[in-house]
């Protein structure tokens, strides 16, 4: 059964279609990701399945029931905007997100402290909220997200705005979930990321999904179309090579889009400067992201070159 | 409704706020502040002002200047402390001659820069009781009209002075005169319990039949004790309802409500806030009433506050927190900081603050058509209609009962709108709505 199932659903604010006749399933145990540019209609579509808005039209099954509310309890949810009551301690605040997701008691007693300990907090459980750093008070958003043991996490944006220790503490922490059998569903900028850690990614853009399968799923959709090159003199020397139609720089290195045969674009080249790297590769899902959200981009580089 | 989760709001709202410095603080200074205020009006009335009050007559009459100078004297005399000094203020007049017209003119000079406290003239014909129309007056000019120590002062040994003269004048001997209009006095009663076998037979003392057992009227029992019960209700009202639009403030601008919101719905958020708050009112109330009880029980009165008395004061209580809590709650979740609030927060403010304005007239004529109408105001039932139900005559059990039916529409009234300005204002950010846009959200589907 699908931990999720959205079936044309559309969201309307005044004019603004915010989610447009969107359909899309999200099998239970996967650990599925959620891209798309700002304003796109991640947070609406991720607030419908919380049951925090109600969709215009189309319906929503949240393991297999219609009714979302009730199904409220079995999800964890961090929203994008997210915080914490500052005059509480830790201890007392986790109590009161577990117990309003129906958590016993009993069982948080003996759960806050474990994952304090996990997240390396246990000294500020009997703290005041405020004396935390940012960083601290994120893990703490995040411990308060899965202390009632909830059968689907929905995290949106879980990772942005911490240092790369404390991000790798909730990406274990993540990926330890999906392999209890916790579905996990979560928005992210960072294609990095989404490559690294998702079964399955699905881009939403201006409302409609435009992107929905496993990483070499859409990467095959785009076929072997981009080059990795390093050289000597970097991007000046790419321009107007023969059947490039697309430069990015990455700085250290350039990525190329090419049609017709890679071999030639390798002996004009060489003809040029000294090759220190040169891959036939599939695009990364940063390029394909790019190519979707923002054409215009690639017009401009396309007429440049 | 899912009840475990309303449950678990109203605790976490109840512990955060009771668990608090803050909170214990409030709990002694409020009382504090209240009865410091009185205390020190009281005290503040005592103490006078005892600066002398030099004053200039011009008596065209010729006949009151060596009456009022001759009674300043003695006055001053008396007005003596045992330490010494004076306890009330010596008055010294001056002679005007009326046919010195610079020294007239002068006068308003001199009492302008602080050399006369007041002048006051006396016309030709003070003595004459007319027989048609306004007898003459005095005319007393002060630059402090407010302060009217000699002003009473005076009028009175002139009237005594002048009523004197016209008994004399009349062949009445004054002392005679003063003994046949001495006031009967009149003793408050109120009316014995109706309908016990004693009260129609106790005539014994000439006293209208029925009437035997009254007893006199107590301040304490008629204003006193209706009048605390009442302040009880307004002071845990203020206290605690406005604390809802803080906290549902503070939820929007530290971004929590979304998170509260993937778990439980608006209404489910809002009606725990509610309990959350009339729990917290009524320890509030439970424990100055009990306080109040005590010292009551002590004095003797404990009879003059009936259980009936304190349920109700327990439900009017329940009631206002309901009825101002959700407007609150309403006001504060369409703002999204506590300045844009203030503006949409006067009128329950206000509302809140009726029965400061009007209490007195009720409780001085309880059943007037204004008290009757005011206690069955929704917003001011929940202190004017115990008040009534406190005080003499107590409100008619058919008036408590239809307040108790308007207040009841009036909570689900206010709650189900609430509800709806809640719903949309939590996710809400930015500018804060105007009045008109929080109706439409009420009647929005």
Not at chain 1, 295 to 304: D, G, K, N, T, Y
Not at chain 2, 262 to 278: A, D, R, Y
Not at chain 2, 397 to 408: F, I
Not at chain 2, 415 to 421: D, L
Request: with cysteine.
């Amino acid at each position: 059964m699908d931990a999720i199932a959205l079936d044309g659903v559309t969201k309307t604010f005044g004019e603004h279609v915010a989610v447009d006749a969107l359909s899309l399933r999200i099998p239970r145990g996967t650990l599925y990701g959620f891209i798309g540019p700002n304003g796109s209609g991640k947070s609406t579509t991720l607030r419908m399945i919380m049951h925090i808005l109600l969709p215009d039209e189309g319906r929503i099954e949240v393991f297999g029931d219609s009714d979302t509310r009730s199904a409220q309890d079995r999800i964890g949810y961090l929203p994008e905007e997210r915080g914490l009551y500052k005059k509480m301690t830790v201890r007392r605040l986790l109590r009161y997100y577990g117990q309003l997701k129906g958590a016993e008691p009993a069982a948080l007693e003996a759960d806050i402290p474990r994952w304090l300990g996990e997240m390396g907090l246990s000294d500020w459980i009997d703290k005041k909220v405020d004396t935390l750093s940012k960083g601290m008070a994120q893990k703490v958003q995040f411990i308060g997200t899965v202390i009632a043991k909830p059968e689907m996490v929905i995290l949106d944006e879980p990772f942005s705005g911490l240092d790369p220790v404390n991000a790798e503490v909730l990406k274990d922490a993540v990926l330890k979930l999906r392999d209890a059998g916790t579905t996990v569903v979560f928005s992210t900028h960072d294609m990095g990321v989404a490559e690294r850690m998702c079964d399955r990614i699905f881009m939403i853009h201006k409302g409609k999904k435009v992107l929905d399968g496993t990483l070499s799923e859409i990467q095959a959709r785009y076929g072997e179309d981009t080059l990795r090159i390093r050289t000597d003199d970097g991007i000046g020397v790419l321009r107007g090579l023969p059947g490039v139609t697309d430069i990015r720089d990455q700085g250290n290195h350039q990525e190329v889009r090419f049609q017709g045969d890679p071999q030639a674009i390798l002996h004009a080249l060489i003809e040029r400067t000294a090759v220190h790297h040169f891959e036939v590769a599939r695009p990364s899902l940063h390029d394909i992201f790019v190519r979707i959200a923002a054409p215009e981009r690639e017009v401009s580089i396309h007429a440049m070159a | 409704m899912r009840w475990r989760k309303v449950w678990v709001v109203a605790t976490t709202e109840f512990n955060n706020a009771v668990r608090t410095k803050a909170f214990l603080v409030s709990l002694l200074l409020l009382p504090l502040i209240m009865f410091g205020s009185a205390f020190l009006q009281v005290f503040l009335a005592k103490r006078v002002d005892t600066t002398p009050r030099a004053f200039a007559v011009v008596d065209h009459s010729g006949q009151l200047y060596d009456v009022i100078a001759t009674a300043a004297d003695a006055h001053n005399r008396a007005a003596v402390g045992p330490d010494g000094k004076p306890n009330q203020p010596q008055f010294l007049p001056q002679r005007i001659d009326p046919s010195d017209a610079p020294a007239r003119q002068a006068v308003g000079g001199r009492v302008k820069a602080g050399e006369l406290f007041a002048v006051i003239e006396i016309p030709v014909e003070v003595n004459d009781p007319s027989t048609s129309g306004e007898p003459a007056a005095i005319r007393y000019y002060s630059d402090n009209p407010n302060d009217d120590t000699l002003a009473n002062w005076l009028g009175a040994v002139v009237n005594n002075t002048v009523r004197g003269q016209r008994l004399k004048a009349a062949g009445i001997d004054p002392a005679e005169a003063a003994r046949l209009s001495a006031p009967v006095g009149m003793e408050n009663m109120s009316l014995a319990a109706t309908g016990t076998a004693d009260s129609a037979t106790d005539d014994s003392a000439g006293n209208v039949p029925g009437l035997g057992q009254a007893r006199a009227v107590d301040p304490v029992r008629t204003v006193a004790i209706p009048a605390v019960l009442m302040f009880v209700v307004f002071m845990v009202v203020m206290t605690t309802t406005p604390q809802l639009l803080n906290s549902v403030i503070e939820e929007k601008m530290s971004k929590i409500s979304e998170v509260l919101l993937g778990s439980i719905t608006p209404f489910e958020l809002m009606m725990g806030k509610l309990f959350g708050n009339v729990a917290i009112a009524l320890l509030l109330a439970g424990l100055y009433v009990g306080a109040g009880y005590g010292v009551a029980s002590y004095l003797g009165y404990a009879s003059a506050v009936p259980p009936h008395l304190l349920a109700a004061t327990a439900l009017f209580i329940v009631m206002a927190v309901f009825l101002f809590g959700s407007m609150y709650l309403a006001v504060g979740s369409a703002c999204s900081e506590l300045k844009d609030a203030q503006s949409l927060m006067m009128p329950v403010m206000l509302l809140s603050m009726l029965p400061l304005f009007c209490w007195l007239a009720v409780i001085k004529a309880p059943t007037s058509p204004l008290s009757v109408g005011l206690s069955l105001f929704p917003p001011a039932t929940p202190y004017l209609m115990l008040l009534r139900m406190a005080a003499q005559p107590p409100a008619p059990l058919w008036q408590v009962g239809l307040s108790l039916v308007l207040t009841t529409l009036a909570v689900l009234f206010c709650v189900w709108a609430a509800a709806k300005i809640f719903r949309t204002g939590l996710l809400m950010q930015g500018k804060a709505p105007t009045f008109v846009e929080l109706a439409k959200w009420v009647v929005a589907k």
